[in-house]
């Protein structure tokens, strides 16, 4: 048996915390990074961060979640805010250890996965990681003067994280040598195997002048490279702040008192923060011993030309008699699959804030053609980057690790020559090693990934641009990964010469809406900055009297008082169970048409059932559904970018759509229409089976009751729809070709409901099981009490006739589209058929706060209709004998 090489206690190599502060929080030192040995002769360890995602493959939510604490860390300084406190660090540590726990012990997570993907604990610390970074982006402030500044090669994307949860513009550090470029500044990092950094700024004015720049590095040893960088810079543009973030802060008595001195120096604060603080003991003959250590126990990272045949890959023999750690696996090497990416752009020619969002490529779209590329086979799926190239493959393999049952890892390629320790002791177990294909300022070389082996696959997603012949070869990239893992997937990205902005770019949590990104997808365009919002009275005058159609413009967020969130509470309480049961029912009903049915919900009021819709299917079935929500418009129809993009990446025939309820039956009819009109533009035939949770109008099988009542999720506007506002369609800003639009309102958030109206549900699910599977076995079929009859639209135009109402798009019948009318347009009336009914009680409490007429009207088969003001014609009152009117202070709207 080989003897056990020493450990970094051996050694008399620690980190030890700096003492605690309520001020500023701190994650252990051990939690955040371990320590390796480098092959450098002017530093001989290494701290290897546990959470960057760079050296050591990594649960993409962990990676993402500390950027996001990271960036929580930053605002608390540039706001005065405490978004970063004991809670929340306890929260980070917790997950990081959970984490380090869900590995084996022998460092092979492949001992971990069970037959299906992810293990429990894995799946655990992906559920945690994401919640606590929702938690911590609910709370993200707006930065747009503040210029983030990144670190390569480490730190590029942590620095992107920062920027897009500050809402800045972002650019990072490069080494690479574009041809033609011109560097405006550079500057060496002292300690670095590949000392110099350039910045490379599409952008002539990308140093703002007197404001903030953050820059972000993953560890701060000493703070030289920041001191230097911050001097060369602000002599360039002076600036009003300076802050600089890292994972972690090593930095003596006598850094930070030099950083002190450079504030006093330039005239500006020089604020450094970090989540991690405290120092590493290094005995003073580290040097010595860590060289003796690499001799005698170093693994030589596997290189594919070491290998002449699969024997040696198999037993992990090379020709010079040198151990190598090989893949612990039956099946061999086979091939390399090639998946094609949209135009990607880079981000070290920085990214203008508030324009254009990160990661610039269609990750969503990628992360489904490649499980789509891997099949079902692949339980262990390692995504891996390249050197500076890691923010957009890190969202990639968490979109990845959302669409599939794999147990999903992230890492990235680098110059760093770690000695490879295989033992438990040390934190690289295994790697490989194969020549640079990036032209740099330093030239050519090696360079390296670590702990690789052991997975099923291994994804590379190379800088956008990469000929394929640049990693090609017996000394290539893809044969270095061919002798780690029997299946490679290339991911070729052309580079975009215009930011992306052509690529139509799904949404996620938490960087657009309130719900975590497992959630849902949101096939819209973030529409942040954009006026929209008019007043009520003149986009009511528009849409009747100019034609405009109403999802060219946005009413004003309705902000409910507090008695009105007291009656949203109230009916929460009272028809939880009944919603879940809802659920329940039109789930079953989905699965039983389609067996793995991919969730297309219609934003925004359809978002939250079909999040409900997807829990159901995961917590009694076991399936993690796919789940989009799309923009459909009257008189427009459904998103036809949607459409292509849906049929692009899935099959159309296991789509289904997802809405809350049904009114009279007019958007079910606007997607019939809008879903011929694209089968015969596109030939793509999508089926216009709509699920709803109630249906009223009986206008769709698939329903969970035709009763008319409350959805207490209709209650409430963005609030509850994951801070997203309703959604638009205006040429002049969603030209065709991209998604319809929305906005998201981030001051609401701390009277968001979201999150808990489908936690609130989804907490009834067991109770409700039994009553779900009665309901179906007496009503499962189409036939009697699930045929559709279109009651609704008989009723709507026999209102209509009344009250003298040609327009029926002004009649509006069931709670939630009384409600809508209340909350966005002008109403002249409200219908109601028992104005003590306590799943109205919140439609009596608006029309009262508005103004409007209660006119109670016994006959009616919907518990409630609204009448929207008809302009432009005289209309009568109430009929005559028809009903009495609540005599409301203040007249109509």
């Not at 701060?220 to 002599?235: D, F, K, P, Y």
């Not at 992990?316 to 151990?323: A, K, L, Q, T």
């Not at 752009?345 to 203008?352: E, F, H, I, L, Q």
């Not at 890492?411 to 770690?418: A, G, Q």
């Amino acid at each position: 048996m080989t003897e056990a090489p020493p450990t970094p206690a051996d050694l008399g190599v620690a980190l030890t915390d700096a003492p605690p502060t309520t001020v500023a929080p701190s994650v252990p030192l051990g939690s955040l990074a371990r320590i390796a040995l480098r092959r450098n002769p002017k530093r001989a360890h290494l701290l290897v961060s546990t959470v960057l995602a760079k050296h050591l493959p990594t649960v993409p939510a962990v990676a993402l979640t500390a950027g996001e604490a990271l960036a929580a860390r930053v605002a608390d300084v540039l706001d005065g805010g405490s978004r970063w406190d004991t809670a929340a660090a306890a929260r980070l540590e917790r997950v990081v250890g959970a984490a380090a726990a869900a590995d084996a012990p022998d460092g092979d997570t492949a001992a971990a996965a069970g037959p299906t993907g992810a293990d429990p604990a894995t799946l655990a610390v992906h559920r945690a990681a994401t919640t606590l970074r929702t938690d911590l982006a609910a709370l993200r402030p707006e930065h747009p003067d503040t210029l983030v500044l990144g670190f390569a090669e480490t730190a590029t994307a942590l620095g992107a994280m920062v920027a897009e949860a500050l809402g800045a513009a972002y650019l990072h550090s490069t080494r690479h040598d574009p041809p033609g470029a011109v560097p405006a500044a550079g500057f060496d990092e002292a300690h670095s195997h590949a000392t110099a950094h350039r910045l490379l700024p599409a952008d002539p004015d990308w140093l703002p002048d007197d404001g903030t720049v953050v820059l972000v590095d993953d560890e701060l040893s000493t703070g030289a490279t920041a001191r230097a960088t911050i001097r060369a810079l602000h002599a360039l543009a002076p600036q009003r702040r300076w802050v600089v973030a890292g994972l972690i802060d090593l930095r003596s008595a006598a850094d930070v008192t030099a950083t002190e001195a450079l504030a006093a120096e330039i005239g500006a604060p020089v604020t450094v923060v970090a989540l991690g603080r405290g120092d590493v003991v290094l005995p003073a003959d580290l040097a010595h011993a860590a060289s003796a250590v690499v001799a005698a126990h170093a693994v030589a990272p596997t290189d594919a030309r070491d290998l002449s045949d699969a024997h040696r890959i198999e037993t992990g023999e090379v020709s010079d008699g040198r151990p190598v750690a090989a893949p612990p696996r039956a099946s061999r090497p086979t091939a390399v699959t090639t998946v094609t990416a949209p135009p990607t752009a880079v981000d070290r020619t920085g990214t203008p804030a508030r324009r254009v969002r990160l990661p610039r490529t269609d990750v969503e779209g990628i992360a489904r053609d490649v499980v789509a590329a891997l099949g079902d086979a692949p339980r262990r799926v390692l995504v891996l980057g390249t050197e500076e190239h890691m923010h957009t493959p890190l969202v990639v393999a968490d979109a990845i690790r959302r669409q599939s049952d794999a147990d999903v890892r992230f890492s990235t390629t680098t110059r760093s020559p770690v000695a490879v320790l295989d033992d438990p002791a040390w934190p690289i177990r295994s790697g490989v090693r194969f020549r640079s294909h990036d032209a740099t300022v330093d030239g050519p070389g090696e360079r390296f990934a670590y702990n690789v082996h052991g997975f099923d696959a291994i994804v590379v997603l190379p800088e956008p641009g990469t000929e394929r012949d640049l990693l090609d070869g017996a000394d290539g990239l893809l044969a270095a990964l061919l002798t780690a893992a029997p299946t490679v997937v290339l991911v070729r990205a052309p580079l975009d010469a215009h930011d992306g902005s052509g690529v139509p770019r799904p949404l996620t949590g938490p960087s657009f809406g309130s719900y975590e990104p497992d959630d849902v997808t949101w096939l819209l365009q973030d529409l942040a900055g954009a006026a929209l919002e008019a007043d009520t009275a003149d986009r009511e005058r528009a849409i009747q009297l100019d034609g405009a159609n109403y999802a060219e413009s946005l009413p004003v967020e309705y902000v409910p008082s507090d008695e009105y969130e007291a009656l949203y509470r109230d009916a929460l309480d009272r028809s939880a169970e009944r919603i879940a049961e809802a659920v329940g029912i039109v789930t079953e009903l989905i699965l039983r048409g389609r067996p793995r049915p991919v969730l297309v919900s219609l934003a925004r009021a359809g978002t939250p059932i079909g999040i409900l819709v997807r829990r159901w299917a995961e917590v009694h079935h076991g399936l993690r559904l796919p789940h989009y929500t799309a923009s459909i418009v009257r008189g427009v129809g459904l998103d036809e970018t949607a459409l292509r993009w849906l049929a692009a990446h899935h099959d159309p025939s296991q789509v289904v759509f997802v809405d809350g309820w049904t009114g009279k039956g007019a958007i079910t009819r606007e997607l019939t229409e809008a879903l011929n009109r694209f089968a015969a533009s596109d030939g793509v035939r999508f089926a216009d089976d709509l699920a709803v949770l109630a249906d009223p109008a009986g206008c769709t099988p698939l329903h969970g009751t035709r009763d008319d009542y409350l959805v207490p999720s209709a209650c409430l506007n963005s609030t509850v729809s994951g801070l997203v506002s309703r959604t638009v369609r205006n040429p002049a800003l969603t030209p065709d070709g991209t998604f319809h639009g929305a906005k998201q309102y981030r001051d609401l958030a701390p009277r968001d409901h979201s999150r808990a109206f489908v936690a609130a549900i989804a907490d009834r699910f067991d109770a409700v099981r039994d009553r779900v599977d009665a309901a179906l076995a007496a009503t499962g079929g189409p036939e009697g009490s699930r045929a559709v009859d279109w009651r609704g639209m008989r009723t709507v135009e026999a209102i209509g006739s009344e009250y003298g109402i040609d327009d029926l798009h002004l009649v509006k019948p069931g709670v939630g589209e009384t409600t809508r009318v209340l909350l966005r347009r002008v109403p002249w009336q409200v219908l109601v058929r028992d104005p003590d009914d306590v799943d109205i009680a919140h439609v009596v409490a608006l029309a009262r706060e508005r103004g409007v007429p209660v006119v109670t009207r016994p006959d009616l088969s919907y518990s409630c209709i609204g009448l929207i003001h008809p302009l432009g014609s005289r209309v009568a009152g109430s009929p005559a004998g028809t009903g009495s009117a609540d005599a409301v202070a203040g007249g109509a709207a």
